[in-house]
Every structure is written in structure tokens, then in C-alpha cells.
């Protein structure tokens, strides 16, 4: 919506994807999977460019790994990251994708650093993670439980996980960061000890796959730059290793190429993607570099057309796709994650004001006026990872110098005045580097000191660019803070980190001062110093276990009980000394709040800030005239001003343009308008026992009934999810195991025992449910109609009756022997795996007299050193060909897969109409069950096997449930059909074992009472049959269907806000915390305002002199925030209230058009800020509000768009109505003018109240410039 240079840049940005995955569906569609620092997972359809789906939520803090794993019983997507927890997600079609699976697992303390799966035993997934606890754990993700004790405990610097499937079984290869490969027998729970593989310290990353040879090839990397190939059953590497990286590697994946070879590729911190053919260890093709982002991170995916795909994320955060052989970028940047801010600098930028420096994943630094939000000078681009430290000084009498450092390993040095970097980057730390501060020298001079993922600490000349000494060892973890200030004896350094430990360092000898210091049993993620009442110098730390210390510098020595507060990790910290001396202290962390408190008693003041949607990482404080300002920045890419005297957010940023691009029709899954009570109260009520032959059987068809657009789909959707899951016992054998002729043999030859083998319920387990989705309006007939039911109850009960492919198979086959002519059946099967060399055999054994007795004519061949009478070959030939033809069928009927030789509906369905096995006569026709040729055809067939299924069902433990909805998009004679398909059940027709089944409705009764009106409404004694105040047959209809009628309550206020938010993204105004206690005033002679403790924001500079505090800087009341973070227009209350006045306004509340509305809406805003940008964010928001107001005009009266937007002389109808809302008579005169009917005249009132309300001539205007 803005240009560049008067653009707001404290808006949140594309960017922050955590990693990639990527699969194709079991019907070959592509598909992708990103997950983001903001903790979201979006799933993609790479081809088309667009979303599948609303974002899968649930994670509180950055996602780092995707796991999509495939297995019979369908496919899953397993998540985790920083907040520790391990999430799986349905990937099944339709409504089931992106639902959770089962409970979240919670079982590492700390962030779980990689992941593996695998099938086990009994087929079912199984999941390896390892945390930063130290601990590897095996799980079930279907269930969420860890199976056993964990596979290995207390080792410190778990780094990365493989799996794979040898010839000796599952292998899971488990490294740390020391580069120590071990090998494990997951199932046996036992480590391979003679196998061991030495990558070298900083490993990061591994893959595993098996080489054409059918070994198996492990490859590692990490912060070396280095890949390594192994074969991990002999622990010997595979050729050299790979080198091309000049950065570190965290990402390697693989690719199978048509040949059967393996592509390995990998990216860099460098900034490049390289491909490897892993036989030679040579490069394929030239490096790729155009991606950027918090890590580097990339997927590999197949295109419909067979091609490789490389999906990366590239500049400003978008995710691109690129040809894997070519390069050539496909299709437009994915865009969807928001890329979070991870550090701050401030200072005084003179002519420019106060200004902020801010970054984080999208690894680009801007610089901006607080006031205005304006940008100073040009974004600075080097990195090419995220950025995590920024800090800012100013040489003696020389300009200002910004120093930048993070997920690349590189420490860069800019001029932020000229917006250029100052010589090459300071390298040295293998890794990430996530800690940076700086201190002034004996000699004035500016050094810097940072801290990595390899454990070290560092010290710089920022000048020379040259590290300064030997790095500082000893802590046996990340370094995640630092920090510095002037001791008693010069300059002091301490030094946080993931070992939980706190070291004090002399930062020009490198020495260090005194013994850690031990407290906290997390990370230690941030550190500042501050000075008491008393004039000595705390040093202040925050920590991952939730907590915050103080220590005194100098003695080392702990100060008071902790201070706790925050819910989960602290991750930053600033602090200040108020005039009278005291010491005030902020934090912030993942909980997304800020506390102040009294750093001398410990106590916190005040109510937490609140406004942030998500973590906050970063944290500074300066003074500002009389007062202190905060800045803090996180999860959701804004950055937002603090008071922290008053307890109030002054100002962010202003409005960001629009970035919704619009929202599916698709019903939500969730519950956005209060209606989840009412979804639970009737899946209890389904799932209380279907027994007709009970003393008081629950109700078994409700009907969810409601206007067009209210949420039926909705309801039944949360209805459905409050039912349990069926949870069957895990399938024997392989998932993809087919039946072997032999088996097929077999089972016809003992029929009279062939019923399928089913699952039984075991006592103690309560009845489950099983539910189908039947969607009738895509079916035109009656026969069409059951065909669809039986098809959706077949593949419901699928989980239940037939998990895996072989059950399946014989349960098909068990059931339709009964109906086709076994014996064709096993004569075609016979004769279709006999080996055509028994063929070859018959012609030898004709040929082979004819043989002998030329033979007899001729001499004996000499075959070696011995002569061979002709006879004898002749004989041997024709035995050797019946052998080979005997041998060959008895392999075919032993080995063979029976669904090669047979039709596949006999294995995979019902047989219905007939059996053509497609023999050489074509004659066969094995389906003479009498009973099919005397009753009603395939529709009886349909009937009878559901039947069949539900009793199966029953016998299994498990009630059907089948949801049936848009009964009202239906013809007339498909409503009928399906009404008259669900009496028969009611009539037990179906079911030999009693009604087991249940159906819930959704339906609009006026539009299908018309319909049953139109086929029954003129039949004799039609009625006759009227029930009571009825007032046409189709309500007798209806009432005699429907046992539990439902209404979809209406949509209330509340409700309507609540989609709204929902919808656009948008969270309530921030509270404001109440205004703490006013300090002690001290006297004005002495009094001064406060200032930020040293270093509150990591600097060299000495602090300001502070001027005199006047008397009018005493607190105030807290008043509403002046400016609060929009990111985007439809995130702005300006926006979502009027939205929500509009919608409520309406006289049917419908969320259809709603969506509508939203929908025309944003593409307005777009074509307009194409045509005619703003910069200014009032002006934006106001037309945003008069769109929102056309937007309505346009979906809510289709009917009259051609007369208000035709032209009248100079003007548009529209134009016309607007300046003519407040005198009747022109009102009367242009409507008739324009055309329109009288059945248009409640349309206009509406109409004419809303161009009253909302200044209608402005909208007018605006329709005729864009229509």
C-alpha cells in the first residue's frame, strides 16, 4: 500500500519459516508443508500456488522440524520445536486434514533438537525424538504415549537422529554435537556396538537412504562446512568428503532418481543450495543461491509432470520453487508465516531523531524513526540467515558503527548513517551465534564479544576486524547471552548458557573470574547488569526454567529468592535507575508479557503489558525527556513502545496494508461462534448405544437444520470431531501385503468357512464409533444415491474392519464368493497364472519325435569331450521346458499377488453388476446369486452390503454414525431418494443384527419440504396425511423422518465478533496494565529523570548526563494506547468493528456472506492501492472503511448492480442514489430513472440506509473508479 520510502517498517513481514516438507498423495497431487517461527504449520498445494486449508495452531513457540510419514492406516505430518511438545496431524482428504491426532506429547524438557520414524513390529508408526534434555524418546504419535523407558538419558549436546530399513531390520542413527555417531536397534532397544562414526564437533544435520547396491548410506554435516558419507552397517566412510560450503550446513535431503540412483542435496549458511551425485561425490550443476531466512532449509517434491522440484525460502521470506535439474524458478512465492524480530538498537540519530534498529528472520536490518516509523536510509543486506544481536556505538569523535551477528555465524560491521558495510565479516564460530555485546577498552578503544553455538565466547576489534585472543572455554553448552560492564578492577564479561550455568570473565585476559555461577535449571537466555540504591552492580539473568536471579558482579554471590512470574521461558531483559535511585527491571518472554519489578525487593509492579500475539525476544530501554521508553519485539513481527512507569503501550506502528487474500467458502473446523457446547451435548448423545431392541433407544436421525450459509456444515463437523476416533488394534503384517493366489485358492476351496475374520471388542473397551460423510447432491439418481451411501460406509469402516490392503482383500473376497460362480472363478484364476512355458512344453514334446527321428539320420553331436546322441537332447528339452513351465506356475500361484489376475472389484468392494474376469470366451459370468437376479438389482446389492457392514461393525464393538449434508443443494428426486434410502434403515431392512446406525442431517426444511412437496405434495390422500398446523405433506414428511430436530441457533453479537477476528486474524484492543504506585518524589534541587541501566541495550557509549526532572513528569493515569500495532488493514478494529456492525445489521446473519463480503472486499483494496496508493495510514484505513461499505453494496444486492453502476450522463447510477439519500422525491425520481422493478423496493431501503450512514457519496465515488 505504501512506497518505500514513507512506508511504516515496524510492521510484521513475510518471512520466519522454520523448515519444509513435502509429499505427494496417495492420487500423486503434491503437496508442501512449512511451518513457521511464529508457530503455525501451513500446508500448500506447491502446483496451483495456493493454501490448503486454515493454519494448523497449536505449537507456542518456533517449529524447526516436519515429519511427514506415510503407513496403512493413511498419512500423518509430526511437528515439534522450541516449546518441547510433539504434535501429529491427520494428512487424510476433505475435512480431516490438518486435524490432531490424538493428545500433544510433552515428554522433553526443552527443545526437541530432531526426529525419526519408522513402521514397527506391528506396522504401526513410531517416532524417535531426541530433546536438549538429553534424553532420546520413542513414541506412538497416533496415541501420544512413549513406548518403554527412553532409548538414551543424560547425554548432553543431542544434535540429530536418522532411520532406516536394513537386511538386519530398523537402524536409528543418533549423533551429538561432539560428532559421535551412534547406531541403534530401535525395537530391540539395543545400541550396535560395533559400529561407531566420528563426523567431527558441530554436527548438525544427517539423512539416511539405501545405495543401489542395497546397502544403507548415512550422511552427516554440520558446522564444518563438511558433508560426510558413511555406510553405517561397517562404519566406514563412502569416499571423501563433500566440500563446496564456506558456511555451515544444517540441512540435508535426499532425492531418488529414476535410475534407481539417490541425489543428495544440501544448503549452507553461505547462502547456497548444492546438489551431489553421492556415487562420485562430485557436485551436479552450478550452486543455487537466491534463498534466505532464520535457517536455511529446503524440500524436494515431484510435479505432475514427473519433474524434480527444489522448494527454498527465498527473499523477503517467501517460499519459492524452483526445477531441481534447471533452476528456473515455478510458479508464484508461497507467502504466509510472519517473519519475527529477534533484536533491537537504539541511539540518537541527530537530524533523524531517536531511531531503532530492528531484525530477526528475514536477516535484513532496518532502521527507523520511532516517531514517524519512517525508514533512515537503506535497509542493510549481508546476512543470509536470521539476525539475533544488534548492537551500536560511536567511535571517539567518529561516526556511528552497528554491529549485526546471527543464525549465519557471521559478525558484520556497518555504517548505519551511509547504510554500507565496513570491511569483510568477522568468522570464527561454528554455527549460529545468538549472543552480542560490546565493551569499551583501556584505551577507548570499542571491542566486541559474542557467543555461539559451539560454546565459545569471542572478542573482536571491530576496527581491524580481527578476533582478539584464544576463545573463552568452558561451558559445556550454547552460549545464548552475554554481557559487560566496569567492575571494580576494569572491564567485566559473564557469559550465559544452555548448560544452565553463568560464567565472569576479565574480557582483555580472558581469564576467568571466580567459579560459575549455578542456579537455574534452564538456559540462561539473557543477561544485563543494573546498580542498586547502594551503588553496586547486580548482575541479572533470565533463564528457560522461568525464572530470574540477581547476583552480586563483584562477589558472585546470589541476591534475594528468584523472581517469578512469567509462564514458561524469559528471554529478555532490560533495566533502569529511577531518579530517587531505584533500580526497575522489565522482562518478557514466551508468555508474550512484560513485568516490571522492583529490583531491590524483588517484588513486581504493577499488571503485566500485554499486546504482543506471540513471544517476545527482544528488549531495550533509553530515556526519552523525562521518561523511560521500552521497545519489545517477537513472535509476530511488530515492534511496539512501552511507558513502563504508566503501565501502557504509547505507539507501534501504523496500519500495514491489506494481507488476507481472501477466504474459502470451505466450512471451518472450528468452533468461532459458540456452538461447541452444543456440538458435545449431541455426540454424547450419539454415542449413547444404537440398540433398537432397548427399553428406551436414543433418537436415530437428527436433523441439524438452518438457512443457507448459518454453519450446519460447521456444527456437524465439530459434532463429528467430539466423537472418539475408532481405535482398532494394530494391523499384523506389512501395510502394503496383498493376497497371493495360493491364499485366494484356498479360500474358495473352504468357502462353506470363508465369512471374514473379524475384529472382536474386548470387554473392558467401551463401544467406539464409526462415522461416513455422505455428500448426496453430487448424485442424481436413486441407484446413484446408494451407491455414494455404500461407498462412503465402505471406506469409513475401512480402519475398523480392514486396515491394511491384504484384510481387505479377504474380506472383499470372503464376501462376494457368495455371489459369483466360484468355480469360473477358480478356473480363470488357474488358467491366468499357468505358465506360458508349459505352452513351450507341449510344442516340445510334439517336436521332440519328429527330432528323434531326424536325429536317427544323422551323427551324434559332440557336445564337450563326450558325443551326445540327437535323441537325448531332444528328450531333455522337452523335460526341461515342462519343468521350467511347472516351476514357474507353481512360483506364480505361491508368490504371485492374486489382484493381478483377478478384476479389482471382487477385492476391494462389492460385486454388483456382474463379474467380467474377461476369459478368452467370454462367457463367464460368475454372479448367478438367484437372489440378486430376483430382487431389485444393484440397488438390493447396495442395501444388502451395507447391511452386511454394519453388522460386521456390531460385531467389532462399533456403531455407524453418517453424517449426511447439503440435503438442501439437492434435485427434488435425489432428496426423495435419500429420505427414502435412510427409512430404510429405520426399518432394520439393512441390518440382520438390529439398526446400528445413526444419521445426522443437515438440511434447510423450507428448501427440502419444497422439494418433498414436489414429489409427494399430488398423490392421492396427500392430504390426508397432514399432521396437525402443518401446512403442506412435506412437513409430515419431515417430522415422521426426523427424531431429534435441531435448530442452528442464531448467530449472536459476540458470535459475529468472534468470526470476525477469527477470520481476519485479529486479536482485542491490548488491555492496559493500571498505573502503578508513584515513586517517592525526591527534591527538585537533586532530582533527575531516570535512566537506563548500563548496558540496558548492549553498548560501549557512556550514559547521557540526565537532566533535571521537572514537575510535570509525575505519573499519570493510564489511557488507551494512541497507536496500536495494525500489521495489516483487516487486523485494524476500524475495520473488524464496522465489519461486524454491517454483518449484524443484516437480517439473515450469515457467515457464507460474510465471507463474501471479506472476499470482494480485499481484492478492492488491492486494485485501488494499484491504482492509487496512499501512504498515509489514516487516509488508508478510512478508505479501507468506505470499501468495506461498497463491498456490502455489491454481495448483499446482486440484483441491482447493473442500474447503480450504469451510466446516467456524467455519473453512475450509485453516484446518483448517494446524493440523493436525504430528499424523497429525488429518491423516488432516480430509482425510476435507473429501472429498477418493485420487487426491488426493500433492497433499496436497506440500501439508502446504509449511503445515509456511511457517507454514501464516498463510496459511490469510489464503485465508479474501480467499476
Not at 442 to 465: H, I
Request: charged share 20%.
Amino acid at each position: 500500500m505504501f512506497d518505500g520510502a514513507t512506508t511504516p517498517l515496524l510492521a510484521p513481514r513475510p518471512g520466519g519459516v522454520g523448515t519444509l516438507a513435502s509429499w505427494n498423495t496417495l492420487d500423486g497431487e503434491p503437496r508442501l508443508a512449512s511451518s513457521g517461527t511464529d508457530g503455525t504449520i501451513r500446508i500448500w498445494d506447491p502446483e496451483r500456488g495456493v493454501g490448503i486449508g486454515t493454519p494448523l495452531i497449536g505449537h507456542t513457540a518456533a517449529v524447526w522440524l516436519l515429519t511427514m510419514w506415510r503407513w496403512s492406516g493413511g498419512e500423518i505430518l509430526v511437528s515439534t520445536g522450541e516449546d518441547g511438545t510433539i504434535r501429529t496431524w491427520s494428512l487424510g482428504s476433505g475435512d480431516t486434514t490438518g486435524e490432531p491426532i490424538g493428545a500433544p506429547v510433552a515428554g522433553h524438557d526443552g527443545w526437541v533438537r530432531a526426529v525419526a520414524m519408522w513402521n514397527g513390529v506391528g506396522g504401526s508408526p513410531r517416532l524417535a525424538s531426541a530433546g536438549t534434555d538429553g534424553a532420546v524418546r520413542i513414541w506412538d504419535p497416533l496415541r501420544g504415549t512413549m513406548v518403554g523407558k527412553p532409548l538414551v538419558e543424560g547425554h548432553d549436546g543431542l544434535a540429530a537422529m536418522a532411520s532406516w530399513h536394513g537386511t538386519e531390520g530398523t537402524r536409528l542413527a543418533v549423533a551429538d554435537n561432539d560428532g559421535a555417531i551412534r547406531i541403534w536397534d530401535p525395537e530391540l532397544r539395543r545400541q550396535v556396538t560395533d559400529v561407531r562414526l566420528e563426523h567431527g564437533a558441530g554436527l548438525w544435520t544427517m539423512v539416511a537412504w539405501i545405495a543401489a547396491d542395497g546397502s544403507p548410506r548415512l550422511a552427516s554435516a554440520g558446522n564444518d562446512g563438511l558433508i560426510r558419507v558413511w555406510n553405517p552397517d561397517t562404519g566406514a566412510p563412502v569416499g571423501e568428503p563433500l566440500r563446496g560450503h564456506s558456511g555451515w550446513v544444517p540441512t540435508l535431503v535426499t532425492w531418488a532418481l529414476p535410475d534407481g540412483g539417490t541425489r543428495l542435496v544440501s544448503a549452507g549458511t553461505d547462502g547456497t543450495i548444492r546438489s551431489w551425485d553421492v556415487e562420485t561425490g562430485q557436485p551436479v550443476g552450478e550452486p543455487f543461491a537466491e534463498f534466505a531466512g532464520s535457517l536455511p532449509t529446503l524440500t524436494l517434491w515431484t510435479a505432475s509432470n514427473g519433474r524434480g522440484r527444489l522448494t527454498f525460502v527465498g527473499a523477503r521470506g517467501a517460499i519459492r520453487t524452483c526445477d531441481l535439474e534447471t533452476g528456473v524458478l515455478q510458479g508464484e512465492p508461497l507467502v504466509g508465516h510472519t517473519a519475527g524480530l529477534w533484536a533491537l538498537a537504539s541511539w540518537d540519530a541527530g537530524m533523524h531523531g531517536r531511531v531503532l534498529a530492528v531484525s530477526g528472520d528475514d536477516a535484513v536490518i532496518r532502521i527507523v524513526n520511532v516517531e514517524t516509523g519512517d525508514l533512515v536510509g537503506r535497509p542493510l543486506v549481508g546476512h543470509t540467515a536470521g539476525v539475533w544481536g544488534l548492537v551500536s556505538w560511536r567511535d571517539h569523535a567518529g561516526p556511528r558503527r552497528l554491529a549485526s551477528t546471527g543464525d549465519d555465524g557471521t559478525i558484520r560491521i556497518w555504517r548505519p548513517d551511509t547504510s554500507e558495510v565496513l570491511g569483510r565479516p568477522l568468522t570464527g564460530h561454528d554455527g549460529w551465534v545468538p549472543a552480542l555485546a560490546s565493551w569499551r577498552r583501556p584505551s577507548g578503544e570499542v571491542a566486541l564479544v559474542s557467543g555461539g553455538l559451539d560454546g565459545t565466547v569471542r572478542r573482536w576489534d571491530p576496527t581491524a576486524g580481527v578476533q582478539l585472543g584464544e576463545p573463552l572455554l568452558g561451558h559445556t553448552g550454547w552460549v545464548m547471552a552475554v554481557t559487560t560492564w566496569s567492575g571494580s578492577a576494569g572491564p567485566c564479561l559473564a557469559s550465559g548458557s544452555a548448560d544452565g550455568t553463568i560464567r565472569r570473565w576479565d574480557p582483555e585476559t580472558g581469564s576467568p573470574i571466580g567459579e560459575p555461577l549455578t542456579g537455574h535449571t534452564g538456559w540462561v537466555r539473557a543477561l544485563i547488569t543494573t546498580v542498586d540504591r547502594g551503588g553496586r552492580t547486580l548482575l541479572i539473568s533470565a533463564s528457560y526454567d522461568g525464572s530470574i536471579r540477581r547476583w552480586d558482579a563483584e562477589s558472585g554471590e546470589p541476591v534475594g529468592a528468584p523472581l517469578l512470574g512469567h509462564v514458561g521461558r524469559v528471554a529478555a531483559l532490560a533495566a533502569w535507575v529511577m531518579p530517587s535511585g531505584e533500580s526497575r527491571l522489565a522482562s518478557t518472554g514466551l508468555d508474550g508479557t512484560i513485568r516490571v519489578w522492583d529490583i531491590e525487593t524483588g517484588e513486581q509492579i504493577g499488571e503485566p503489558m500485554t499486546g504482543h500475539r506471540g513471544g517476545i525476544w527482544s528488549l531495550i530501554c533509553w530515556s526519552e525527556g523525562n521518561d523511560v521508553r521500552l521497545a519489545s519485539a517477537g513472535h509476530d513481527g511488530a515492534v511496539r513502545l512501552w511507558d513502563p512507569q504508566r503501565g501502557r503501550v504509547i505507539r507501534t506502528i501504523e496500519v500495514g496494508p491489506v494481507s488476507m487474500w481472501g477466504i474459502s467458502d470451505a466450512p471451518t473446523k472450528n468452533d468461532l461462534v459458540g456452538r461447541d457446547r452444543m456440538a458435545r451435548v449431541l455426540a454424547d448423545q450419539l454415542r449413547r448405544p444404537a440398540d433398537a431392541g432397548g427399553s428406551s433407544p436414543a433418537p436415530t436421525v437428527i436433523g441439524i437444520d438452518g438457512p443457507w450459509g448459518c454453519g450446519k456444515t460447521t456444527l456437524m463437523y465439530l459434532v463429528r470431531r467430539h466423537l472418539p476416533p475408532p481405535m482398532p488394534e494394530p494391523p499384523n503384517g506389512g501395510a502394503r501385503e496383498q493376497l497371493t493366489v495360493d491364499q485366494v485358492l484356498r479360500q474358495i476351496h473352504r468357502y462353506s468357512d470363508a465369512a471374514p475374520v473379524l475384529p472382536t471388542r474386548p470387554e473392558a473397551r467401551p463401544r467406539g464409533v464409526v462415522t461416513a460423510w455422505f455428500n448426496p447432491w453430487a448424485h442424481q439418481s436413486g441407484e446413484q444415491v446408494w451407491a455414494g451411501l455404500a461407498n462412503e460406509i465402505i471406506e469409513a469402516a475401512a480402519v475398523v474392519l480392514y486396515p491394511t490392503e491384504r484384510e481387505r482383500e479377504r474380506y472383499w473376497l470372503a464376501r462376494n464368493l457368495g455371489r459369483i460362480d466360484r468355480h469360473a472363478i477358480r478356473l480363470t484364476l488357474q488358467r491366468r497364472t499357468r505358465s506360458s512355458i508349459l505352452g513351450l512344453a507341449t510344442s516340445a514334446a510334439v517336436v521332440a519325435p519328429v527330432a528323434i527321428a531326424i536325429a536317427q539320420l544323422g551323427a551324434p553331436l559332440r557336445i564337450g569331450h563326450e558325443d551326445v546322441p540327437p535323441s537325448w537332447i531332444a528328450i531333455l528339452v522337452a523335460v526341461a521346458t515342462v519343468i521350467g513351465g511347472v516351476v514357474h506356475t507353481a512360483l506364480r500361484r505361491r508368490f504371485g499377488k492374486a489382484a493381478h489376475y483377478l478384476p479389482s472389484e471382487l477385492l476391494q468392494g462389492p460385486v454388483l453388476d456382474g463379474l467380467n474376469v474377461g476369459d478368452d470366451d467370454g462367457t463367464v459370468d460368475p454372479a448367478p446369486d438367484p437372489l440378486r437376479r430376483a430382487r431389485a438389482g444393484s440397488l438390493y446389492l447396495y442395501q444388502h452390503n451395507i447391511g452386511d457392514i454394519v453388522d460386521d461393525l456390531d460385531t467389532a464393538g462399533y456403531d455407524l454414525v453418517v453424517f449426511v449434508d447439503d440435503l438442501d443443494r439437492c434435485r427434488a428426486s435425489t432428496t426423495a431418494d435419500v429420505f427414502e434410502a435412510i427409512n430404510l434403515f429405520l426399518a432394520n431392512v439393512t441390518s440382520r443384527s438390529g439398526l446400528r446406525a445413526r444419521f445426522v442431517v443437515g438440511l434447510d426444511s423450507t428448501v427440502v419440504v419444497a422439494h418433498l412437496d414436489s414429489v409427494y405434495g399430488n398423490q392421492q390422500g396427500a392430504v390426508a396425511g397432514l399432521h396437525a398446523d402443518d401446512p403442506s405433506p412435506g412437513w409430515a414428511f419431515l417430522r415422521k423422518l426426523i427424531q431429534l430436530p435441531v435448530v442452528v441457533p442464531l448467530i449472536l453479537d459476540d458470535g459475529i465478533r468472534a468470526f470476525v477476528d477469527s477470520v481476519t486474524g485479529r486479536d482485542p484492543l491490548p488491555p492496559v496494565a493500571d498505573a502503578p504506585a508513584p515513586p517517592p518524589v525526591a527534591d527538585a534541587a537533586t532530582e533527575h529523570p531516570p535512566v537506563p541501566a548500563a548496558p540496558a541495550a548492549p553498548s560501549a557509549e557512556a550514559a547521557a548526563e540526565p537532566t533535571r526532572l521537572a514537575e510535570a513528569a509525575a505519573p499519570l493515569a493510564p489511557s488507551p494506547p494512541t497507536n496500536p500495532a495494525w500489521p495489516s488493514l483487516e487486523l485494524h478494529p476500524g475495520v473488524g468493528d464496522l465489519l461486524v456492525r454491517r454483518i449484524v445489521a443484516q437480517p439473515d446473519r450469515s457467515l457464507r456472506e460474510a465471507k463474501r463480503l471479506l472476499n470482494v472486499w480485499q481484492l478492492y483494496v488491492r486494485m485501488l492501492d494499484d491504482i492509487d496508493p496512499v501512504s498515509d495510514p489514516a487516509d488508508a484505513l478510512t478508505r479501507a472503511q468506505r470499501l468495506l461499505g461498497l463491498s456490502e453494496i455489491v454481495t448483499r444486492w446482486p440484483a441491482l448492480q447493473r442500474g447503480l453502476h450504469q451510466l446516467v450522463g456524467s455519473r453512475r447510477g450509485l453516484q446518483l442514489l448517494a446524493a440523493a439519500v436525504d430528499d424523497d422525491d429525488s429518491w423516488r425520481r432516480i430509482v425510476q430513472q435507473l429501472g429498477f422493478i418493485p420487487e426491488s423496493g426493500r433492497a433499496l431501503v436497506n440500501l439508502r440506509s446504509l449511503l445515509r450512514e456511511h457517507d454514501g457519496q464516498r463510496i459511490a465515488d469510489l464503485a465508479a473508479r474501480l467499476m
